[in-house]
């Protein structure tokens, strides 16, 4: 797999958390003017993932400020349980006029409690 792939994978499994939590991106885009662009993405590649493998990507909050949200992801092999890679990204509020803002309390509070 393409290295780049592997932020694709942890983009998806973001996607998900938050529609897990029924906050969907498109919300906050549309009820509370919010964006969430990178300020920060890496990734440490531990095993090679190859054509057809099966994977499994997992999620943790690390760390949420009143303006931004750090995540940390794990990607797994499911055939041998093998740790292929670990990443992060911070996400940093802003409006439609990307000034920085503060986070919607709400989105804020579900966030904290869902941290590792």
């Not at 531990?46 to 909050?61: G, H, S, T, W």
């Not at 940390?72 to 349980?81: H, K, P, S, T, V």
Request: include cysteine; aromatic fraction near 10%; proline fraction near 4%.
């Amino acid at each position: 797999m393409h290295f780049s792939n592997y932020f694709r994978y942890f983009e998806a499994c973001e996607q998900e958390f938050y529609h897990s939590l029924g906050i969907p991106p498109s919300e906050l885009r549309q009820e509370h003017n919010i964006l969430l662009p990178r300020v920060e993405a890496r990734c440490e590649y531990k095993a090679p993932c190859r054509f057809d493998d099966q994977i499994e990507v997992a999620l943790r909050v690390h760390e949420v400020t009143s303006k931004t949200i750090t995540l940390n992801f794990e990607l797994r092999r499911i055939g041998d349980g093998k740790l292929a890679a670990e990443g992060r990204v911070k996400c940093i509020a802003v409006n439609q006029e990307w000034k920085v803002v503060e986070l919607p309390a709400l989105l804020e509070r579900i966030l904290r409690e869902n941290m590792e």
